[in-house]
């Protein structure tokens, strides 16, 4: 998917890359939307443990913007909001996690605000959490682009709001 697209993801392309029969494919994964679901629910739930691990950190914030600033995370989950513009049931599958995914992380921001003392009037967790992942996909989805006007200031920006709150990002442990 993330070389060529979902279009050129058939069931003896994934057996191939898999070294497996073809067959094989098809008596796990019915039809294509089956495998496609399946590779979503199972990025879903790695990306939810991720998140849980975000609010571990002694600097939440920092992990945060980089788990959303992952170029090739933002790769795929581009290819699978083109393939839901075909597909409902990928579309159904996608708003229901991206919905568990932001009610997650507006709670963890309000536990890490109220952390650092900044009151929801000041920064209210929902626009938070939108301008953290918003900023940061669209960055990547322009990068791929090749396009960089302005991204070294609003990347400057959001980190000058992330240091005053954590300091300077140190290294993970």
């Known amino acids: 998917m993330l070389r060529e697209g979902y ?3 058939t069931s003896r392309r994934v057996a191939a890359e898999a070294g497996l029969n ?8 019915r039809r294509m939307d089956d495998l496609f679901l399946a590779l979503h629910r199972r990025r879903a739930e790695q990306g939810l443990q991720l998140h849980a691990e975000v609010l ?3 600097q ?3 992990t945060l913007w980089e788990y959303h600033r992952d170029a090739q995370g933002t790769g795929l989950t581009m290819e699978f ?3 839901a513009n075909h597909r409902k049931a990928i579309r159904a599958e996608i708003k229901d996690t991206v919905e568990r995914f932001r009610a997650e992380e507006i709670k963890m921001l309000k536990k890490i605000f109220k952390r650092y003392g900044v009151s929801p009037a000041e920064c209210p967790p929902m626009v938070a959490a939108m301008l953290l992942s918003s900023v940061a996909r669209f960055l990547a989805i322009e990068e791929t682009l090749d396009m960089f006007t302005g991204h070294a200031q609003t990347v400057a920006f959001v980190e000058r709001f992330i ?3 954590e300091g ?3 290294a993970a442990s």
């Open 7 to 9: 279009p050129a993801v």
């Open 22 to 29: 073809p067959a094989l494919v098809h008596y796990y994964f």
């Open 56 to 58: 571990a950190s002694d």
């Open 60 to 62: 939440p914030l920092w």
């Open 81 to 83: 909001v083109a393939l």
């Open 163 to 165: 240091r005053q709150l």
């Open 168 to 170: 300077e990002r140190r």
